[in-house]
């Protein structure tokens, strides 16, 4: 007996007719709006999710903020480490504290801060962003009051101090206006 052969397949014009193919998507649930008002090209991109809202939309200038923090931090960690006493002198312009391990402790502290910023300038991270900017602000604002308070004890002015007060005050302002800008939820198109 010879085996039937099976009929020839036919070919289906189902997904050339363009209402067979909006039927299909329609089924499928893509091709039309989310609730967040995305449109979603195919099914993988729908349960993944679209990579676009993850992205930080930096604002202006924070890249180079965050760079100019980093080589500060460290340069001023690499000289209370290295040349304590003239540190001291150039912000009190008095005689030179009676012990340098207190300014090395805090170069050794500006350091681990500045291993913090120089990671923070190479993440897209928004949360890492964020803290580091926010750490930022904080150190600023500690060394703002700390400094305050050394003047107004000491009775003296010093032009150095009072720079690193001017200073501080407008690195504090641009490390919050960083961190509230990057917090943003952006705005739909």
């Known amino acids: ?10 070919k289906k014009h189902s997904q050339t007719d363009l209402v067979s193919r909006l039927k299909t998507r329609k089924i499928l649930g893509v091709g039309g709006e989310d609730d967040d008002g995305e449109v979603h090209r195919s099914k993988i991109s729908q349960v993944l999710g679209n990579e676009i809202k993850f992205a930080v939309r930096e604002p202006l200038g924070l890249r180079v903020w965050q760079l100019v923090s980093a080589v500060m931090f ?12 003239q540190l001291f002198d ?11 391990t207190p300014i090395r402790l805090y170069g050794g502290a500006l350091l681990s801060i500045a291993l913090i910023m ?5 993440t897209a991270e928004k949360a890492i962003i964020r803290w580091s900017l926010l750490a930022e602000a904080c150190y600023f604002a500690v060394q703002f009051l700390v400094t305050t308070v050394s003047l107004v004890e000491s009775s003296r002015i010093a032009t150095g101090a009072v720079l690193l007060l001017v200073s501080r005050a407008l690195f504090i302002l641009i490390s919050i206006y960083y961190y ?5 939820r952006p705005k739909k198109v």
């Open 118 to 122: 120089w990671n923070a300038l190479y």
């Open 1 to 10: 007996m010879a085996a039937k052969q099976p009929p020839p397949l036919m």
């Open 90 to 100: 150039a912000i009190f312009e008095e005689e030179s504290a009676s012990s340098k």
């Open 180 to 184: 509230y800008q990057v917090g943003r």
């Open 74 to 85: 460290s340069g001023v960690a690499i000289m209370a480490l290295a040349f304590p006493d």
